[in-house]
């Protein structure tokens, strides 16, 4: 039968019901008279017609071109509506003609053993083709988490799937141990490493909607552990649908399932406001930020689109993705810093820009924290150079892309993007202003260059060890997608001077994040309580200038914007002129070189830095060279 031709089949089906759907129609007579007199009154052809009206509307109802083995639920609503469709025709029928003789209640009595036959006669035989049909030998042996509805679903799904074989479920629930769901029996969890080798299971379906991030982070690290992987139900509403196969509805794990919170989702009003039908020019559009914006951007309509960058590499490689996407639109690669001035002023002159996003930024802490004078340069002066030029070309947005650090900062990173941000906000507030001028601080970007995502990835590929600064470290994390349109959209609302913040949830903690990356790989920790497992996480210490906890916020005012997960925030800031004075004597100290001298100058501009010192004995402290003790005392009292 199952190697039949598709219209065979179909001529199969009819035969059968040829067959049975009068004999339906003589047992309702039968019901209806209690004896055979009634039903003999009437030919064998009346009950073939019966017959013929009823594989009618059945086919009228698409059941015969339905796939049995994919049958659902919908169809056969369809097919019984179609029947009671025909049935009433017939009582239209009876009375039309006015036969007193016809038992018209015979009929509704048919409508019931007839749909009765046609739903038990189509899952008995979809049932039986799903659990007699070819299983292909790779089918995976799985394990459920989660003995819920959507666990009994998948269960039910997976059963007429090639790929999946369901065994077993877990759950934590005492109420659901040892019970049977879906035709599977329920296991604690702390029998798990009992039953994967029992049954070979290699896979577990964690099946729990809306599960909290922390705890899929301890069922991942505890299935690690038991060696197998875990995968994760993404849409549930799809198993509703028998025609849905597994592997439609199972995905493997994202780094956005452990952030705690759901992506924040853009509001498209706000969208494209500052893109659409306008000339864009991204600077860093080479970085991980920076090239993320210029996909999003494409995508809104805008009219040209400059990118600049530094590493002739990352020019190169974001401009060919961005061409070879959108070959019509005209796109424009410069090479050089953002601090060269003059080459900014060739931007904008050449080109009327409407909307500015300064993404060109050194962000690395460590490598900041050991190059202040390069770091500095790059970020203060690339802000001013920017802020400046697009105030004296009149270009209508400009955005900042600043940092969690730039909040009480204890680095020269942080340091850095906080005096941009004043940079920014001086200059939303000189007078006659006609550029918008704004800001967006957020946290750990998951996957950037700077992540340490691929910092672990690349310590598990070597075997190892992860390197942790500290067990209690916790960051803010967000993802490159959100980051990017979190960007956009501060252009679109922002007034000028404003500084807006993404409701980033809880913070994670990085040994917790570092495990879960070992789990997502199928590893296991090795610790002194597991000493065969695989990789060793192993803390340093924290470095120059890093902090245990970031924050987001500042002492500013906090009001919330058109978006509801994005806060906007206005802080205290500088006068321009006293600005300009202030970076004009960081400059000038970072000539010197001498890193007392250019901290106390930051100290000067941003009175929260607080730089972590090294431990050291009052022995080994160095006496300051005159000269420097002069330009000390010249700087570190001016205080704003």
């Not at 759907?21 to 019901?31: S, V």
């Not at 009154?41 to 009618?56: D, E, K, M, Q, R």
């Not at 995968?231 to 025609?243: C, G, P």
């Not at 570092?514 to 002194?528: H, Y």
Request: hydrophobic letters at 45%; charged letters at 20%; a neutral charge.
């Amino acid at each position: 039968m199952v190697s039949l031709h598709r219209t065979a089949k179909i001529a199969v089906m009819i035969a059968i019901d040829l067959l049975a759907l009068p004999l339906c129609f003589l047992i309702a007579m039968l019901l209806r008279g209690g004896d055979m007199k009634l039903a003999s009154n009437y030919a064998p052809a009346s009950y073939i017609v019966v017959a013929l009206v009823t594989i009618a509307a059945f086919s009228m109802s698409d059941l015969y071109r339905a796939v049995i083995r994919f049958i659902d639920g919908r169809l056969l609503s369809t097919t019984g509506f179609a029947l009671g469709i025909a049935i009433l025709c017939a009582y239209v029928v009876s009375f039309a003609i006015n036969d007193a003789m016809f038992p018209r209640s015979a009929l509704a009595i048919y409508w019931f053993i007839a749909f009765s036959y046609v739903v038990a006669s189509r899952i008995g035989i979809r049932n039986f083709l799903r659990s007699h049909g070819a299983r292909r030998p790779t089918s995976d042996a799985v394990a459920i988490y989660g003995a819920g509805e959507a666990g009994a679903q998948l269960a039910q799904t997976m059963r007429s799937s090639d790929e999946y074989r369901p065994v077993c479920f877990f759950d934590d629930k005492r109420a659901l141990i040892d019970r049977t769901i879906a035709g599977l029996r329920v296991f604690p969890t702390e029998r798990l490493a009992d039953l994967v080798a029992a049954h070979g299971i290699r896979t577990v379906v964690v099946a729990v909607p809306d599960m909290p991030a922390e705890r899929l982070r301890d069922i991942m690290q505890r299935l690690a552990g038991a060696g197998v992987t875990t995968k994760i139900l993404s849409r549930l509403v799809d198993l509703a649908d028998d025609r849905t196969r597994p592997r439609d509805s199972i995905r493997e794990l994202k780094f956005e399932d452990l952030l705690g919170r759901p992506p924040v989702p853009p509001r498209l009003d706000l969208f494209a406001r500052c893109v659409r039908g306008k000339t864009v020019l991204v600077t860093g559009a080479g970085g991980s930020i920076g090239s993320e914006l210029c996909r999003q951007i494409v995508t809104l309509g805008p009219s040209r689109l400059h990118l600049l960058d530094h590493s002739e590499y990352a020019l190169y490689t974001i401009r060919q993705e961005l061409v070879t996407r959108f070959p019509d639109l005209r796109i424009d690669a410069h090479l050089g810093s953002v601090c060269n001035a003059e080459l900014l002023e060739r931007i904008l002159a050449g080109d009327r820009v409407d909307t500015v996003y300064h993404a060109a930024a050194y962000k690395h802490v460590p490598l900041v924290e050991s190059n202040i004078v390069e770091g500095l340069r790059n970020n203060v002066l690339g802000a001013q150079v920017v802020a400046t030029a697009c105030a004296a070309h009149h270009v209508e947005t400009c955005v900042l892309i600043s940092s969690d650090k730039a909040v009480r900062p204890t680095n020269i990173m942080g340091a850095s993007k906080r005096i941009a941000e004043l940079i920014f906000q001086a200059a939303a507030a000189t007078p006659g202003a006609r550029t918008t001028f704004c800001m967006v601080r957020f946290g750990n970007v998951l996957g950037s260059s700077g992540s340490v995502i691929p910092l672990f990835q690349r310590q598990i590929a070597r075997g190892g060890p992860l390197t942790i600064t500290h067990p209690e470290v916790s960051r803010y994390f967000m993802l490159i997608p959100e980051a990017a349109q979190l960007v956009i959209q501060a252009g679109a609302m922002a007034k000028g001077g404003d500084v807006f913040v993404l409701d980033m949830g809880e913070p994670v903690r990085i040994v917790e994040l570092a495990r879960t990356l070992l789990a997502m790989s199928g590893l296991t920790e090795k610790t002194p309580q597991n000493p065969d497992g695989d990789i060793e996480v192993k803390f340093v210490g924290l470095f120059p200038g890093e902090k245990l906890h970031e924050e987001l916020l500042t002492d500013g005012t906090v009001f919330p914007s058109e978006h509801p997960r994005i806060m906007r925030m206005k802080e205290n800031a500088l006068r321009p002129s006293v600005l300009e004075t202030c970076i004009t004597c960081l400059m000038m100290a970072c000539e010197t070189h001498e890193r007392g001298m250019i901290e106390s100058m930051v100290k000067a501009i941003v009175s929260e830095y607080t730089p972590q010192l090294p431990d050291i004995t009052p022995a080994q402290v160095p006496e300051p060279e005159p000269a420097r003790l002069s330009l000390i005392n010249k700087f570190v009292p001016f205080r704003i």
